[in-house]
């Protein structure tokens, strides 16, 4: 494991990135109404980033390259959803938007669940808890706790819910690269794992299941979807950890 550190200058290349992202994400989530495609929503986002003057950091990544400069995952999509024409907004859903840009050789990463129209009170409350353990997971980036400490205070607030911490997908470190080291789970033990230090930068990411903690991924090697098809959330900031405090590079 490889760990960058980011200097105050890196970081404030970063905060630029992850401003764009945090941007784009409030223009779509303007747009997420009944009625809406998916692959709409991905247009909008492409022709934000092109004006922004930056790059995706999702299209064409790994293998199966991915198609979109957008994942758009609706209701038991966890995550990866890939946009499409065929799949339209409708009231009552739940959409996750994960976007990622690169600016200046520098990488943005954020995701929001946007509830469309009048969602039911069971999917709200998923939703609310989910945006809400991200809060605590943010709290928890101060010098001299542990990694460990980022995800138990993800798991322990949500379990005791009635939910599900996804486990097959993480948070990660992020820098000139969309993924670095270290991987950020969403669950752990207090007290455990590495050190936090003035200059680790992180994108936490809770996924979180209405049902069980089961996913699957479809054929097309990306939509990532509940065992049980029951809703998933998910809420995703990058956060610099200072001497002074957490600072969140992807809200204004």
């Known amino acids: 494991m490889k ?10 290349k970063l905060r ?4 764009i992202v945090a941007d784009i994400l409030d223009l779509l989530e303007e747009h997420c109404r009944p009625g809406v495609s998916t692959a709409e929503l991905n247009e909008l986002a492409a022709k934000a980033l092109k004006k922004a003057g930056a790059e995706s950091a999702f299209l064409g990544y790994s293998n199966p390259p991915y198609p979109a400069v957008l994942c758009t995952s609706v209701n038991e999509v966890v995550v990866h959803g890939i946009p499409r024409r065929d799949v339209v907004l409708k009231d ?35 939703v609310e808890a989910t945006r809400r353990a991200l809060d605590l997971a943010i709290e928890k980036c101060v010098v001299g706790n542990r990694l460990q ?19 097959k997908f993480v948070g990660h470190g992020i820098g000139r690269a969309m993924h ?37 991924v479809l054929e097309d090697g990306w939509t990532a979807v509940t065992r ?5 959330a998910h809420f995703e900031h990058s956060v610099a950890i200072t001497e002074d405090r957490p600072i969140v590079l992807s809200r204004r």
């Open 228 to 232: 049980d098809r029951q809703p998933s």
């Open 16 to 19: 630029v990135a992850n401003l």
């Open 92 to 126: 009552g859903d739940i959409i996750g938007l994960d976007f990622g840009a690169f600016k200046d050789g520098f990488c943005g990463d954020s995701a929001r669940t946007v509830m469309v129209g009048k969602v039911p009170e069971r999917v709200r409350r998923l």
């Open 180 to 216: 670095e080291d270290p991987q950020v789970p969403n669950f752990g033990e207090p007290n455990k794992g590495i050190k936090l230090k003035p200059g680790l930068v992180l994108a936490i990411e809770p996924m979180v299941n209405a049902g069980t903690a089961d996913v699957e």
């Open 3 to 12: 760990i960058f550190y980011k200097t105050k200058a890196e970081i404030e």
């Open 149 to 167: 400490d980022i995800g138990w205070a993800v798991q322990s607030y949500v379990e005791p819910l009635g939910y599900a911490v996804v486990r």
